[in-house]
C-alpha cells in the first residue's frame, strides 16, 4: 500500500468517527454541551459531571406531580444544543418531558380562558351596575327622600335583578 492510500485511509477513518455531544452538569446548575472528545481530554473534576437530570425530573414529576420551569427549560436547552451540534432539524427531546411540558402549557391556557370568561362576566356585571346606578339616580332626581331599599325594589322591578342586590350596589351620590 502506498503512502498516499495509508493517508487517504487516515482521512476516511478520522471522517468517519463522529463527536457526540456530552451535556456537563456543574454544582451551581449551570449546564453546558462540550464534544466526548474534549470531554475525554479534560479532567472530569475540571467541568463536573454528566448531566443526568432527565431521569430525576421525570420521577420528581411522577412522585410531585409537578416540576419547576427552570428545570423544563434545562431540558429544553440542552436537547436544542445537543440537536444543533448534531445538525439535526429535529429536537430529541424525551417523550415524558414532551407530556410534562405540553401538561404544563395546557393547564396555562385552561386558566387563560378561566380568566377570559371571568373577566367577560365582570364586564357584564360592571354594565348591569351601570344601568341600576343610572335608574337610582332618575329616582332621586325626582324623588330626593326615596330609600335605596324602596328604589331597588323599583329598579328590580323595571329592568330585572334581585332587590337585595341592587340595594348594596346602588349609591346615594352627593
Sequence with gaps: MSAHAKRQGDRRDTARTRDFPVATWDDDGSTSI??????????????????DGTEKLIAEFKRRGKVKDVDLARELAISIASSEFLEKSEIGLHPEIAKIIGSKLVSKIQWGRLWSTATKDKKKARAQHEL????Y???????????????????????????DWIRRVIVKRK
Aim: proline fraction near 6%; charged fraction near 25%.
Design 132 to 135: 341600576w346606578q343610572s335608574k
Design 34 to 51: 462540550i464534544g466526548a472528545q474534549q470531554f475525554a481530554k479534560q479532567n472530569k473534576a475540571d467541568i463536573g459531571s454528566p448531566y
Design 137 to 163: 339616580d332618575e329616582i332621586l332626581s325626582r324623588k330626593p327622600k326615596t330609600t335605596k331599599a324602596t328604589a331597588a325594589v323599583w329598579i328590580a322591578a323595571d329592568v330585572g335583578g334581585d332587590p
